[in-house]
């Protein structure tokens, strides 16, 4: 393969790649962590998927693989970016992917309103509901 037509492909697979790179970065993402965390990720994930297209086309084993190699990753890029803008986010499939592939965020509970009652009476209730669990109510 020579060197336009490595490029070509690449530049076309790229794009073929890069449409559907939305969807899989928003399995990876999660909705509380910041944009600028989402970009790095997606930019790795970018790079990952341009190399992976110029690899399965042999691109490595010529000595014009850096050019191909850009052209993929900027193909990867862009078809990325765009699809996400005009497809998937307008849609609400990859902010709802995202959702639903993430799991909960950690929950913060505030106990610093309790009070506790150290009453002898609530003390001594405490320890026979300790030694006789499943026995008397609490009441």
């Known amino acids: ?7 070509v492909h690449s530049a076309g697979y790229g794009a073929a790649v890069g449409s559907v790179l939305p969807l899989v970065a928003a399995v990876v993402l999660r909705p509380h962590w910041s944009a600028t965390v989402k970009r790095a990720i997606v930019g790795v994930l970018a790079g990952i998927s341009g190399t992976a297209t110029v690899a399965a086309q042999g691109g490595f084993s010529d000595t014009v693989s850096p050019v191909a190699l850009l052209a ?25 992917l995202e959702v639903a592939t993430s799991p909960a965020p950690p929950v913060r509970l505030d106990l610093s309103n309790l009070t506790f009652d150290t009453s002898d009476e609530a003390l001594s209730r405490l320890k026979q509901r300790l030694r006789d669990p499943a026995g008397g109510s609490d009441s």
């Not at 990325?80 to 986010?89: D, K, N």
Request: charged letters at 10%; proline letters at 3%.
């Open 1 to 7: 393969m020579n060197l336009n037509d490595l490029v």
């Open 72 to 96: 993929a990753v900027a193909a990867v890029v862009a078809a990325s970016e765009t699809s996400y803008a005009a497809l998937w986010h307008r849609s609400g499939i990859a902010p709802k």
